[in-house]
């Protein structure tokens, strides 16, 4: 392969989809979601080898989706982001296609092995991120509209943790009990949080024609945005949590609960001080958040188990 194609590709991969942070976050949010798809009652050994694919397989749905972003928002950023990898000319969008291509046609080899149950799961998210690639064909009248914008892509988490569920569980989307639905509920709510704390800036960062959360709604109003989903997505997981261990899931309810906590007190300092110093620090604390909240589930789990 040539060496200049893999360079590339690489650097692009640095830029906007960072192969270390990716993998940690989805290997987190991976583990969160296949402990809590588990039944209480269940003490086989894991399959590791099967674990291992189903990783594999998030990890290329993510990095697709950021494909599919890129592309979609190619003409925005050859205009503001020109900086950005494709907007650049770093890679030809031919190529980029077909390195498109190549990773969905992984991801249906991959689906196909772990069975007809992470197929038909796979099937319906791999047809919600052609949808999302797409603006839902309503993209005109979408974009302007952040909020909903936003909210209707972040859907797609709900859908990568039934996909997980059935990797771990070997059953379809429609087998999945309660307790599980709660947290791929959650799980939309919480990559919310993460989604409308890293487009908030300090007033000193806003740039004309880019639009953002703290432009729109106010400092104060961006935080009170995120600060519901933050306990949206708490309150699930402590549905999904009660129901699936009833006597006892004190730590998996306390660890989340203490990260999430955090995102508020960065919010409220942010609210005191909006400008780049508060805002830098609210966005840290909100990427800490996406990370941190699936350990702490782990973290939680373990004690719990």
Known sequence: MNSGLIARWWQFLRERHDPFGISLMVAAFFGANTVMAWPAVDRSPPDWARLGAGYVLLWLCFL???LFD??????????????RPLARGLIALTEFGVGTLLCILVEVVLAAYLGWAVVVSYVFLLCFTL???????????????LELYAITHTFSATMLGLLIHAVATGKQPAQADGAFLAVALGNWFVFNVFEFGR??????????????YSSRLSPAGAVALLGGNVAIAYALLWQGAVARFPTGCSGLLLYPGVVAALTVVAGMYYIAVPDRSGAK?????????????????????????
């Open 70 to 83: 890129e592309v979609k928002d190619y003409a925005v950023d050859r205009e503001f982001n020109p900086e």
């Open 131 to 145: 949808l999302m690639r797409l603006e839902f064909f309503v993209g005109d009248w979408l974009r302007p509209r």
């Open 199 to 212: 487009k908030t800036f300090g007033r000193d960062e806003e740039r004309e024609g880019v639009d953002s």
């Open 64 to 66: 697709h989706m950021r």
């Open 281 to 305: 620090l609210y966005r840290g604390t909100v990427t800490f958040y996406l990370l941190a909240y699936h350990l702490a589930i782990l973290l939680g789990w373990y004690g719990a188990a």
